[in-house]
Structure formats: C-alpha cells, structure tokens
C-alpha cells in the first residue's frame, strides 16, 4: 500500500476502505511526469463519467501525454457503447493523449489500441505476475479457475490531431462484486500485487516504451515487432470465431492472422480469408481443440 503523500490534502473519506487506498497522485506524477518523456501531465480525479470523454473534451489545448486517472468511472464505455462500471478504487480507469503526428500515416494509427493492449499485458505480467492476454480487438483476458475471463478493455477514440485511448481494469473486484460471471478481476486471477499505484506505473511505462519504438518506425508494426508482439499474445488466433460485422452481417471460421493493418483475418470454410476491420468477436473454441 502506498502511503498518502504529506502535500496531499486528505478528503473526508480518502480512507473509509483501507483495502482499497487511494491512488498517490503526487508520487505518480514524480514516476511518471519527466523532462524528455512522453506523460506531460498526469491528473487524478475522485470520480467522473468517462475519463475518455473528460480528455477529449479538451481538444487540441492538451498537449501530447496527458494523462487522466479516476478512481471511480459512473459511465465507462466500451466498444459498441457498452458500459463499464465497477467500484470505486477498485481498479484503474485512465485515459491518455497521444499524437502521432505527421511521421506516422493516419492509417497506422489504428494500431494504437493493439499497441496498448501489447503495453498493458507487458506491465502486468511485470508487476503483477498476471498473464494477460489478449481478445482482438480490445479485450484483455486473464484465467480464474481455468476460465478464461474479461478482465479489462480497450477504447480509442480519435480527436483532432490525437487519439484518445482510455483502459479499464478490474484490480481487486472480488467474485460477488463482478458485473458478469464472464467477468474477472487481477486478483482473482492470483495477482501478487494489487497496489494500484504500482500497477499504474508498470502499465504506463510500458506503453510509452512500445509507442516510442512504434513512432521511431513510422507506424509500421513490423519493423518495430508490435505485429509479432501482438500475434503472440492474442488469444482470438487459432480458434473458430464468429465476427459480428456492422450490418447485421455474420462471419464464421478460424482467426489465421492479425495483418499489416492491424485487422483480424477469418478463414472461412470454403478456403476464403476474410479481413475484419470492425466487429464484435465470440470465441467458440479454444486453441488447439478438436
């Protein structure tokens, strides 16, 4: 548990669950926020609707590598306008601004949620001894019980000349506390850290590890070995899958590949191999069944 810093004025009930702390926002400025690095800012607010939404309200005014963390979400969102939602300090919700620029093409930049999730798995399985792997597009999946659960989630979104991408993390959520049975949490998972503080840090440095080697090669996923990177962590290869598709539309078959464009390629039953772009994707086997 990280202790409160002397600068930080308390509020009445910063301490009412003492097994769910809350996070140091002074220590995890002086971490994270450096002369040369890519986190500019970094702010820690009690509760909000979407961290996704507050940062990109601010537009261009914010510059590259602000970072907003809640300790409560009321309207977290997903991919498809799904809801997010779990209790307060019970995991980490943050979202940051990133700005690729003009070296790296616009239709790179869709790999920035794979990229993220590639980051995230790395500095779990660092601070947290956690496997986590990953569901393309955006889901991260951790094993409870020998099953594979959700665990957390991905959002991009693009704003003016940036991108942002917001996580959302289930820490210390015990079993009566899950949304779902589907769900899953870090601790359940047998986590040997859930010290958020912690975890936060793992997590963003990371991520400003794999996004700095993915801008010092132009985007391209290959030269920087984000591609392999993701394909070895990705759990949605190999299996028979059914994409949901914008449309209505319902693809069937086995996810072969992640691409050079960051898209899911299916292989169909009659020897065509599909590329998804968008989708809502069910795993209907696991790897390597008969």
Known sequence: MTPPDA??????DRWNNLDRPPLN??????????????WTSLDVIATTGS???DLAGRGDS????????????TKGRGRLDRTWSAPARSGLFFSVLLKPGEGVPAERWGWLPLLTGVAVAAGLSRAAGVDTALKWPND???TVDGEERKAGGILAERV??????????????????????????????GAVSTDRDTLLRAVLRSIEQWYGEWREADGDPASCRLQEAYAAGCATLGRTVRAELPGGHVLTGEAVAVDGDGRLVIGT????????????????????DE
Request: glycine share 14%; hydrophobic share 45%; no cysteine.
């Open 269 to 288: 039953a009659e020897g065509v191999q599909q590329p998804v772009g968008a989708g809502d994707i069910v795993h209907l086997r696991a790897a390597g």
């Open 7 to 12: 600068s930080d004025t308390p509020r009445p």
């Open 51 to 53: 961290t996704n939404s």
């Open 140 to 142: 991260l999946l951790v």
């Open 25 to 38: 926002e002074p220590a995890l400025r002086r971490a994270l926020v450096r002369e040369g690095g890519l």
């Open 62 to 73: 914010a510059p590259e590598g602000a970072v907003l963390v809640a300790e409560e979400q």
């Open 160 to 189: 003016g000349d940036g991108v942002v991408v917001g996580v959302g993390l289930n820490v210390s959520l015990r079993a009566d506390e899950l949304p779902v049975p589907a769900a899953g949490s870090l601790a359940l998972a």
